[in-house]
């Protein structure tokens, strides 16, 4: 069962390896704005979110938080607390805006300016090609369910490779393409809304795919120096009881959010026991003679991003009601061939995602991988936690929860380092506050705040704290955390 932050021990003050990277991510659709500028068309998110009842208030990320605009000062804050590293994604359709053809110059140029400006401050890129903004016009064609996507997809990222490729060494083709999935085409909470449990495992398999032929492109165009990696929201899935039936219900789970992905990148073949357990859902007729092998192309880099781990059991007979496992609530499951598997809040604090605070999980996480995957070397490309942030009246922000979640987390990694892991950057989830999704701006995960009616940008207390350990290197005792 899962522990809670307050059952991980107390540390001395200890040191990360020298060349760690501390960076934090974001992602262009959620902080970046200028929707309609220098050729932007639509992606996924913006018809999305534009549709009545589909993200809280009805918000968008029209504007986010303007990054587009100001990325100048935001990577000078950056560099004034102290990160080493930045990670990024490109926003597909503002680089190619029907998903085909040749790349519109004006977006490419933005990413040039910005790339520029971080090398300029010492800070090293982290390029993301796809953090799930699917030019609109591919998903008419029939999005990630259809074969051709990930054919559109490694053009784009010809294009990418070709304009930033002598800059920028560290390249991620997809983030959490669980979630593009099995959120976008399972159970609907995440654009483009669908609900057809064969076409999120159709989607998968062509992510996987996407994945391989993208990396090769990459390979094709960029310096040799250059890393190519994913970044997985592979799940900590733990079974209720050891009772055999809440054991089978963990491994289903687990083949659907880790092994779908791991199994054919990783490991060169899916799960024959996920094929078992979908079988009735799908005959996985699209996986054609040399997909998987494409799938499986080398990596140099593997990214685990990590939240909460997952607590399952069978249901006994009984009948689940609405999804709510941590990926927002819907009549429709993410987790096809699996609708009789019940999920468990974990014990313990919780984030204001309601999700249960576990460091154990990522260390957990990372051991796996380290198995999974010896001599790949790990990066940790998202961890962080959401709360309830508001100004003080002095307009400080004080969030000592992040600071004692961000410590726990950070002692978990630097112990699986210790214990062999080959662990060489970590990166906030997020810089800033910004559009959370379907959470519209109600959900603040940003070590600095931000003022959505001005804009305005405030560090907060952890974005400090944050900054301090970056600079030195090293974790203080459990005891200043706050």
Request: proline fraction near 7%.
């Amino acid at each position: 069962m899962s522990e809670s932050v307050s059952s991980v021990p107390s540390v001395s003050s200890v040191t990360f390896p020298p060349a760690f990277l501390w960076g934090a991510a974001t992602s262009a659709y959620q902080i970046e704005g200028a929707v309609r500028e220098d050729g932007r068309t639509p992606s996924i998110w913006d018809t999305f979110s534009h549709t009545p009842g589909r993200t809280a208030g009805g918000e968008t990320g029209d504007i986010a938080v303007d990054h587009y605009h100001r990325y100048r000062d935001d990577v000078a804050l950056m560099a004034e607390l102290g990160l080493t590293a930045y990670r990024f994604s490109v926003s597909w359709p503002r680089v190619q805006p029907t998903g085909r053809g040749p790349a519109v110059q004006r977006g490419l140029d933005f990413y040039r300016r910005l790339v520029d400006e971080l090398l300029a401050h010492g800070i090293k890129p982290s390029l993301t090609l796809y953090h799930w903004d699917l030019p609109q016009e591919l998903e008419d064609a029939g999005g990630w369910p259809e074969r051709d996507t990930a054919l559109r997809f490694a053009e784009y990222a010809r294009l990418v490779g070709e304009a930033l490729g002598d800059r920028v060494e560290l390249w991620t083709t997809l983030n959490e393409p669980w979630c593009s999935a099995f959120l976008g085409y399972g159970s609907g909470v995440h654009a483009p809304g669908r609900t057809d449990p064969e076409a999120s495992l159709r989607a998968a398999h062509h992510l996987n795919l996407a994945h391989g032929l993208a990396a090769s492109a990459l390979r094709s165009v960029m310096p040799a120096r250059n890393r190519i990696a994913v970044s997985l929201n592979s799940s900590v899935v733990r079974p209720r009881s050891q009772d055999p039936a809440d054991l089978a219900a963990a491994r289903r789970i687990d083949d659907l959010a880790n092994g779908v992905f791991h199994g054919p990148m990783l490991h060169g073949a899916y799960p024959e026991s996920l094929f078992a357990a979908t079988a009735s859902v799908t005959d996985w007729s699209y996986v054609l003679d040399g997909d998987v092998r494409t799938a499986g192309a080398q990596l140099d880099a593997l990214g685990l991003n990590y939240y909460t781990p997952a607590l399952v059991s069978a249901t006994s007979g009984a009948v689940p009601g609405p999804r709510a496992d941590g990926h927002g609530a819907s009549d429709h499951s993410p987790w096809p061939g699996a609708d009789d598997v019940l999920f468990h809040q974990t014990p313990g604090e919780r984030t204001e995602m309601g999700w249960t605070i576990d460091p154990t999980g990522l260390y957990d996480l990372i051991t796996r991988y380290a198995r999974e995957a010896p001599g790949l070397p790990l990066y940790i490309t998202e961890n962080g936690a959401a709360y309830d942030d508001k100004p003080d009246p002095e307009g400080r922000v004080h969030d000592p929860e992040r600071i004692a979640y961000l410590h726990a987390h950070l002692a978990a990694v630097r112990r699986a380092i210790t214990d062999g892991a080959d662990v060489r950057g970590y990166y906030l989830w997020s810089l800033m506050d910004n559009f959370e999704w379907a959470y519209g701006y109600g959900k603040r995960f940003g070590a600095v705040y931000v003022d959505y009616a001005t804009l305005e940008r405030t560090p907060k207390s952890s974005a400090r704290w944050y900054g301090e350990v970056a600079r030195t290197g090293t974790l203080p005792p459990a005891g200043s955390a706050a």
